[in-house]
């Protein structure tokens, strides 16, 4: 034990003397949570919509009124007048406004005789956000319009009542989970993998060669170390990012002890599975060639971006062994669900079973020799 915290004390005094790498690891996940979690997820706002009203009847005057209250209250688009339908085309196509709203003549008489009234939309759909958020307002629009003025006694439609469990989830907090898992990969791919590799090529892998230090000490005493940089970077992203997103749960004593726990078993599996890939490569370039493919192939799989029920047969196999998707799952349980031990129950074994399963793989793998 003594000679296995040896090593342990030798990769940690060499890593808290690169404060430059301490903190690089991470800087990049706090700005893609500061960049992405602003850039992304927000409500559309200030977008252009061309009005053509070839009617000029009260009932086209309603929906002008309804796009009046749209841009007073919830910002989503502003009305710009045209008088051509195929100039308003054109400047949707060239983005000069984002929709184009048609209210064809003789609305209003098609209105007042029931005979099918319809109003025109034109979206420039290769943006699917902005065009989804216009398409919502004008469905709201219509929907309302059409509603009758005086209610039947008996419902002619079906309400549905949706009753939403949390408080509104902004993107920062979605984003919150995989960017500590993010975090932790980084550390443990910089602090873990490419220093092992470069230590190989600078000889220094060679001195632990000519001490009784066994195999089994060697690898546990590099991996255990590497398993204290990740919770490191872990702690602090959940605490940093937490406050930054305004999450409130890691001031709660039972939560920070469900996060610990999250975080150690996350930190075990990672450092296992990057020891397992690195422990027979002697080149220092392989692991920054392989980093951007790790990271597509164990990140996006992972349910952090998009939800799993979206991806074909074979991704959806590829997400099941993924150690990166029960790491996310647990961080949302914690922060963003508050569902305790029980929600993360499997994602706490799953994530050690890997952890040591990898471990134990990769020692006999481990060459004891040059």
Not at 13 to 31: D, N, V
Not at 214 to 221: I, N, Q, R, Y
């Amino acid at each position: 034990m003594n000679r296995m915290f040896a090593i342990v004390e030798r990769e940690m005094r060499k890593f808290f003397r690169s404060p430059t790498l301490m903190i690089m690891s991470l800087m990049m996940p706090i700005l893609q949570l500061v960049i992405m979690g602003n850039a992304f997820g927000g409500k559309i706002v200030g977008c252009r919509v061309a009005v053509i009203d070839y009617d000029h009847g009260p009932q086209s005057v309603k929906i002008r009124e309804a796009f009046d209250s749209i841009a007073v209250n919830i910002k989503t688009f502003t009305t710009v007048e045209y008088t051509s339908e195929v100039q308003a085309r054109e400047d949707v196509r060239t983005g000069k406004v984002d929709a184009a709203v048609i209210i064809p003549a003789q609305y209003s008489r098609r209105v007042y005789a029931e005979d099918a009234p319809v109003i025109g939309l034109v979206v420039d759909n290769t943006d699917p956000f902005s065009s989804g958020s216009i398409e919502a307002e004008m469905q709201l629009v219509v929907s309302a319009l059409t509603a009758p003025v005086i209610q039947p006694r008996l419902a002619s439609q079906i309400a549905l009542e949706i009753v939403e469990l949390y408080p509104y989830v902004n993107y920062m907090k979605f984003l919150l989970p995989a960017t500590i898992a993010l975090a932790m990969y980084i550390s443990v791919m910089i602090g873990g993998g490419m220093l092992y590799i470069d230590d190989k090529a600078r000889g220094v892998h060679e001195g632990y060669l000519v001490t009784p230090i066994t195999k089994l000490e060697l690898v546990f005493g590099l991996n255990m170390a590497g398993a204290i940089k990740a919770t490191l970077a872990g702690i602090s992203l959940t605490v940093i990012g937490s406050l930054m997103a305004g999450l409130g749960v890691i001031f709660h004593p039972m939560v920070l002890l469900e996060l610990f726990c999250l975080i150690l078993v996350t930190s075990i599996a990672f450092n296992g599975m990057m020891f397992l890939l690195m422990v027979r490569v002697d080149d220092p370039l392989v692991p920054r060639a392989m980093f951007g493919v790790l990271n597509t192939l164990l990140f996006y799989p992972s349910g952090a971006m998009y939800p799993i029920a979206a991806f074909p047969a074979w991704l959806r196999a590829l997400a099941i062994v993924d150690p990166f998707t029960y790491v996310i799952h647990g961080f949302k349980a914690i922060l963003l669900k508050d569902g305790g031990f029980t929600a993360i129950r499997f994602d706490l074994f799953f994530l050690f079973v890997f952890g040591m399963g990898t471990l134990l793989i990769a020692t006999p793998l481990f060459k004891r020799t040059l």
